[in-house]
């Protein structure tokens, strides 16, 4: 640790607990090569994603989110009212307006506070942050979910984006416990760049229309090298500050759960930092890329497999459109 950087601890907050909600239906990459010009060979041996669920129609973030969030209250033995806010962080909202949290909070029988957060990919780990100090300085327990539909803004028949995402939710809630520790969260963004992942028309920029709609403009696009480039070094970096901040060495995590966009990303990440492989978390070889709800989906599929044990350093890391990352630390003292 350098000589500037004094130690942060974590909050006193610890995750009570943890759900999700995955659609029915699975799509394997032999399906998407049945529809266009793509292979189960390509697609696995360059993001390592063989499988991903995608909503029903008619099925929204919402629906999804109000799963996940009933599956970790009753997880933890909460009950509604229990829950003093709820952070609902998704870059594919139900609506432009309203928020999609209180359509959740409505879902669930709760008028306690309830807001979105976009920060995309990164949006569950910027949740956890803004939910953690609100845990830690009196609110009581806060429901975090993260929850995406992104195969309805992605082009079906773009094979450059369509192969990589999937539909999905998680959810956390925190309680205030002093013998715990959550966090520190370097958490950054850098808005310069916004084309390299976005949807370029169908906001306030350049509202809906025809030409649009003729142009497929409202889809999602990126910069696959560019964003892949970003997020390696970001989730690196923004691992690094957190580590250096708790005074631990990389040796110390037991467990990295990073954003699940690409498998060669998550290897990537770890061996720039020094990461044991078998500490690497992988779930997007199952679900795709959902964005915010990744890591949630990650976190209740390492606890499944027993990789989850009271005390053990998780090390969460993300990245996103924005650009915006982070990374965070806790010691898991959770549902188990
Ligand atoms: O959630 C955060 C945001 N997302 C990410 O983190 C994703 C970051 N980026 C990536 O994961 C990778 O850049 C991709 C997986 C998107 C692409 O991998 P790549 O190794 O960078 O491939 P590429 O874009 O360089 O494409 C190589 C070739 C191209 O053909 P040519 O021009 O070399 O003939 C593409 O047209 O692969 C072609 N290609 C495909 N072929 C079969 C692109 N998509 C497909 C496909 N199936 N689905």
Same mark, same amino acid.
């Given at each position: 640790m350098s000589a500037t950087t004094p130690t942060r601890a974590g909050a006193a907050v610890r995750v009570a607990g943890l759900g999700v909600r995955l659609p029915d239906r699975v799509v394997t990459n032999d399906d998407l090569a049945k529809v266009m010009d793509t292979s189960d060979e390509w697609i696995r041996s360059r993001t390592g994603i063989r499988q991903r669920h995608v909503a029903a129609p008619g099925e929204a973030t919402s629906d999804l989110a109000a799963a996940a969030? =009933?599956?970790a209250l009753d997880d933890g033995g909460f009950e509604v009212a229990d829950v *003093?806010?709820?952070?609902? *962080?998704t870059t594919t909202p139900d609506h432009t307006v309203p928020g999609t949290a209180p359509l959740v909070a409505a879902r669930l029988g709760s008028q306690a506070a309830a807001f979105d957060i976009n920060a995309a990919c990164s949006g569950f780990l910027y949740g956890l942050r803004l939910a953690a100090g609100m845990t830690a300085t009196g609110d009581g327990a806060v429901l975090v979910i993260g929850a995406e539909t992104l195969t309805r803004i992605v082009d079906p028949g773009d094979r450059s984006v369509?192969? !990589? /995402?999937?539909d999905g939710a998680g959810a956390v809630v925190l309680v205030p416990d002093d013998a715990a520790s959550f966090g520190p969260f370097s958490l950054g963004a850098d808005g310069t760049q916004p084309s390299m992942l976005w949807t370029a028309a169908g906001g306030t920029r350049r509202p809906f229309d025809a030409v649009v709609l003729e142009e497929g403009s409202h889809y999602l696009t990126m910069r696959g090298g560019d964003v892949y480039r970003n997020a390696v070094a970001r989730m690196a970096q923004a691992s =690094? #500050?957190?580590l250096e901040q708790a005074g631990l060495k990389v040796s110390d995590v037991d467990l /990295?759960? @990073?954003?699940?966009?690409?498998?060669r990303i998550l290897d990537a990440v770890a061996s720039r %930092?020094? !990461?044991?492989? #078998?500490?690497?978390?992988?779930?997007?070889d199952r679900h795709g890329n959902t964005s915010a709800a990744s890591i949630p989906l990650a976190l209740a599929d390492a606890r499944d497999q027993g990789r989850l044990?009271? @005390?053990?350093?998780? !090390? %969460?890391? *993300?990245? +996103?459109a924005g %650009?915006?990352? @982070?990374? +965070? %630390?806790l010691s898991w003292k959770g549902a188990s």
């Amino acid at each position: 640790m350098s000589a500037t950087t004094p130690t942060r601890a974590g909050a006193a907050v610890r995750v009570a607990g943890l759900g999700v909600r995955l659609p029915d239906r699975v799509v394997t990459n032999d399906d998407l090569a049945k529809v266009m010009d793509t292979s189960d060979e390509w697609i696995r041996s360059r993001t390592g994603i063989r499988q991903r669920h995608v909503a029903a129609p008619g099925e929204a973030t919402s629906d999804l989110a109000a799963a996940a969030a =009933r599956a970790a209250l009753d997880d933890g033995g909460f009950e509604v009212a229990d829950v *003093a806010a709820i952070v609902v *962080a998704t870059t594919t909202p139900d609506h432009t307006v309203p928020g999609t949290a209180p359509l959740v909070a409505a879902r669930l029988g709760s008028q306690a506070a309830a807001f979105d957060i976009n920060a995309a990919c990164s949006g569950f780990l910027y949740g956890l942050r803004l939910a953690a100090g609100m845990t830690a300085t009196g609110d009581g327990a806060v429901l975090v979910i993260g929850a995406e539909t992104l195969t309805r803004i992605v082009d079906p028949g773009d094979r450059s984006v369509a192969v !990589l /995402f999937g539909d999905g939710a998680g959810a956390v809630v925190l309680v205030p416990d002093d013998a715990a520790s959550f966090g520190p969260f370097s958490l950054g963004a850098d808005g310069t760049q916004p084309s390299m992942l976005w949807t370029a028309a169908g906001g306030t920029r350049r509202p809906f229309d025809a030409v649009v709609l003729e142009e497929g403009s409202h889809y999602l696009t990126m910069r696959g090298g560019d964003v892949y480039r970003n997020a390696v070094a970001r989730m690196a970096q923004a691992s =690094r #500050e957190v580590l250096e901040q708790a005074g631990l060495k990389v040796s110390d995590v037991d467990l /990295f759960i @990073g954003h699940q966009a690409n498998v060669r990303i998550l290897d990537a990440v770890a061996s720039r %930092l020094g !990461l044991a492989p #078998e500490r690497n978390h992988v779930s997007v070889d199952r679900h795709g890329n959902t964005s915010a709800a990744s890591i949630p989906l990650a976190l209740a599929d390492a606890r499944d497999q027993g990789r989850l044990h009271d @005390g053990d350093t998780v !090390l %969460l890391a *993300a990245f +996103g459109a924005g %650009l915006t990352w @982070g990374a +965070g %630390l806790l010691s898991w003292k959770g549902a188990s």
